[in-house]
C-alpha cells in the first residue's frame, strides 16, 4: 500500500532529482524509495552482523555457578 509522503528539500536538489528521474525513466517516488531501502538494508545488516556475533560466542564458555 502506498502513502503520500511530504518533504522540504533544497530546490535545486529538486530541479537535478527530477532531471536525474527524467533521463532515467524513473519517477521521483521510485528513487526515494529504493534509497530508503538501501539504507534500512544496510542498518539491518549492521545490527544482523552484530547480532549473529554474539549468537556465534553464545554458549562458548561453560560456567559452574559457583561463588567468586
Known amino acids: 500500500m502506498n502513502t503520500k509522503l511530504t ?3 533544497n530546490k ?3 530541479m537535478q532529482a527530477k532531471i536525474y ?13 529504493n534509497y530508503l531501502l538501501k539504507i534500512i538494508s ?3 545488516g549492521e ?7 554474539v549468537d556465534e560466542l553464545s554458549g562458548i564458555i561453560n ?5 567468586y
Open 7 to 9: 518533504l522540504s528539500l
Open 12 to 14: 535545486n536538489v529538486i
Open 21 to 33: 528521474a527524467k533521463k532515467n525513466n524513473v519517477s521521483l517516488s521510485f528513487i526515494i524509495e
Open 42 to 44: 544496510e542498518f539491518q
Open 47 to 53: 545490527h544482523d552482523v552484530k547480532g549473529s556475533i
Open 63 to 67: 560456567l559452574d555457578n559457583g561463588n
